[in-house]
């Protein structure tokens, strides 16, 4: 036990040594190739040199993984902001309340490939002429407030305060409340996104284009009520 500690307290000072002395190597230039240590790879020993080269090689092929993945993190991301963006289009083309549901089900299902789009306001429009919108479709209050608690949209399977308001066949979903004025204290309504596959709206997923479609549907609707 002692001599291990001996040992490990030499070590750190061989290596404080040798941080503060970068030099060493060069005035003993020698030691490169008369150093001999295991090979990562368990193919025999290999000088100094060959395994400082070994490391770049690794950290170099670390580092060209991660970069092609932040590249396909980038194209991703930029498919996803020219679909929003195609989306927005859209909104600002539709003329108001008429229609706003079969629009958003077929941009949904055209731009996102979700098969099934669902919005549902709680609160009056400014025209009594369209409260029989299925806009309107009444929805229990236990619903509304759960809607209303959500901070971020809620991804995931379906709640069960969700059960009668969405198909059952849909097997995850994404809920995005909706909001009359921009402070959101009160949700007026909420966006549902739903599909059969089980693996498309996660728990743990990023919910950022979430929020800016709820955002884009929230200014769609808040000047009609």
Not at 35 to 41: G, R, V
Request: hydrophobic content about 40%.
């Amino acid at each position: 036990m002692q001599q291990d500690q001996e040992d490990s307290l030499y070590a750190e000072q061989v290596s404080r040594y040798l941080r503060s002395h970068p030099q060493f190597f060069e005035q003993h230039a020698y030691l490169l190739t008369e150093i001999f240590l295991p090979s990562p790879h368990g193919n025999g020993t290999i000088s100094l040199t060959e395994r400082q080269q070994l490391a770049q090689r690794d950290k170099i092929r670390v580092m060209e993984s991660k970069m092609a993945q932040l590249i396909t993190y980038a194209e991703q991301n930029d498919k996803i902001s020219g679909h929003v963006h195609q989306l927005s289009v859209q909104l600002l083309a539709s003329p108001g309340l008429d229609g706003l549901s079969s629009l958003l089900a077929q941009s949904m299902q055209q731009i996102f490939a979700v098969s099934h789009s669902q919005l549902l306001i709680w609160q009056a429009p400014s025209d009594p002429s369209l409260a029989q919108d299925k806009l309107f479709n009444p929805v229990p209050s236990a619903f509304q407030d759960w809607v209303s608690s959500l901070n971020l949209p809620y991804c995931g399977e379906k709640p069960a305060l969700a059960e009668g308001v969405v198909p059952e066949h849909l097997l995850s979903f994404a809920f995005m409340p909706i909001y009359q004025d921009t402070h959101k204290k009160q949700a007026c309504g909420v966006l549902i996104l739903g599909t059969e596959d089980a693996a498309r709206f996660k728990v743990d997923m990023g919910s950022v284009y979430l929020q800016r479609i709820g955002d884009l549907v929230s200014a769609a609707v808040s000047t009609h009520l």
